[in-house]
């Protein structure tokens, strides 16, 4: 069954969307939530909102999962993804991961990848992450590693963690022996991370 067409010019009149949409602002303003941001992206995409306020949305979420990662960092905690915010935090950092692969920001994305590996209480995306960052390390470029190595046919739209990849073409666990060596070199970076923790 098609479902209905939204109206968007209607909705954008409807004085109770309009009330929602401006408590939905405030709550992420006052809170400071990224999961409530990512609420409202959502929301002012459907609208077709102006870019400049779908940009300045975008920078909101990353500046502060950027803050709350480095606050993460120093106390020693990670993200679990059973809490709503803490996953859309791990989510705009990977987001971020992921553009910065796509402009071959190859030391910048290989980071990022490290530290979610780092910080995130999964063990299947931990494993997801360190793959991400040994296929930066070995080279492939972001449209090989989507085409190569990344399974995105079988992604489950219900899954809270649908946004991140991590499923692919060869089980986690062949990949990350073949990227044996990358592992290494990956787990020796975020050394740093642990001796902070003396």
């Known amino acids: 069954m098609k479902q209905p067409e939204i109206d968007i010019e209607a909705l954008k009149k409807d004085e109770n969307f309009i009330k929602d949409l401006k408590k939905l602002e405030d709550e ?3 809170e400071k939530s990224i999961d409530k941001a990512y609420r409202l ?4 995409l459907a609208i077709e909102a102006s870019q400049d306020e779908i940009d300045e949305l975008f920078t ?3 500046n502060q999962a950027f803050d709350r990662l480095a606050e993460y960092l120093t106390e020693h ?4 993804l059973d809490n709503p915010e803490e996953l859309s935090t791990a989510r705009a950092i990977y987001e971020h991961g ?3 692969y796509s402009e071959n920001d190859i030391k910048g994305a290989k980071e990022i990848f490290l530290v979610l590996h780092y910080t995130i209480e999964d063990d299947e995306l931990k494993d997801a992450m360190m793959i991400h960052a ?3 390390m070995a080279g492939h470029s972001f449209d090989s590693f989507i085409d190569n190595l990344a399974d995105t046919s079988s992604i489950d739209e219900s899954d809270p ?3 991140f990849i991590k499923e692919f073409k060869q089980p986690r666990d062949i990949l990350l022996t073949m990227f044996k060596k990358y592992v290494k070199l990956g787990k020796e970076e975020l050394k740093v991370l642990e001796e902070d923790k003396g």
Not at 41 to 44: A, P
Request: include cysteine.
């Open 28 to 30: 992420v303003e006052s």
């Open 41 to 44: 992206l959502g929301t002012k």
């Open 60 to 62: 909101f979420i990353v």
């Open 77 to 80: 905690k990670g993200f679990s």
């Open 98 to 100: 992921i553009q910065r």
């Open 134 to 136: 040994c296929a930066v």
């Open 161 to 163: 963690t649908a946004f």
